[in-house]
């Protein structure tokens, strides 16, 4: 993989990630390649060696993988600012699953062993890394125990409250998409248009133009079960 750097007007992303100085940013963008991935990209294959570290800086990317019964499963979705790929040197590893992009996304490429370099060049880097793992594991529990303790359309009601959380906490825009909010929830399409339908006629959830507005988020807590 060719590395020539990455544009400079993300040298202010990658202080941000960092939390470091312009210099140091600018060191660290030395070491990177400038990568853009179209919407359902595969990023990454399940089964190649694991060589590349990937830092997501536009859009968002799904970890996925097969279940047993044949259907998609959602294991991580990565937003700006997440790690995925090699991060640590272990050349005989290989990728667990599929990362493909669920939007246009935008990554920065590191080399594995440059990137093992930055982190013990730079702590700010280790740092960045550790914090985002942090991240990661706490949200694969959080998906684990939902999917392990809520109905199914309890989950549906747990991930519009987290979507709607991203934003202004009322309303989720665009509207999301059925069969993508199903792959999120480990559940079916017609799983998800049921609940929404439910939600909608008992006047917790109102769809309007390219949204879904949370008209009583408290009921729709109240029915995470």
Excluded: W
């Excluded at 970890?63 to 991060?87: M, R, T, Y």
């Excluded at 590893?93 to 992009?101: G, M, P, Q, R, T």
């Excluded at 694969?140 to 987290?162: I, M, P, Q, Y």
């Amino acid at each position: 993989m060719r590395t020539d750097g990455l544009a400079p007007e993300l040298d202010i992303f990658l202080q941000t990630v960092f939390a470091c100085s312009p210099e140091t940013a600018a060191s660290i963008g030395r070491r990177a390649a400038d990568r853009r991935y179209p919407v359902r990209a595969v990023i990454v294959r399940q089964g190649d060696r694991a060589g590349t570290t990937f830092l997501l800086v536009e859009g968002r990317a799904h970890a996925l993988s097969c279940g047993v019964e044949g259907q998609l499963v959602l294991l991580h979705e990565f937003l700006p600012g997440d790690f995925f790929g090699a991060i640590t040197q272990t050349p005989q590893s290989s990728e667990e699953a599929d990362i493909v992009a669920a939007e246009d996304s935008r990554a920065a490429l590191f080399l594995a062993l440059d990137f093992i370099a930055l982190i013990e060049t730079h702590s700010c880097v280790g740092l960045a890394v550790s914090r985002a793992l942090l991240r990661q594991l706490r949200a694969a529990a959080e998906r684990v125990l939902e999917r392990t303790t809520l109905s199914a359309s309890g989950r549906v009601c747990a991930e519009l409250l987290r979507l709607a959380r991203l934003g202004d906490g009322r309303s989720i825009r665009p509207a999301p998409v059925l069969s993508k909010l199903a792959l999120r929830v480990n559940s079916t399409r017609e799983t998800v248009s049921r609940t929404i339908n439910n939600l909608e006629r008992r006047g917790v959830v109102r769809r309007e133009r390219g949204a879904l507005l949370i008209v009583a988020p408290q009921r729709l807590e109240e029915m995470v079960v």
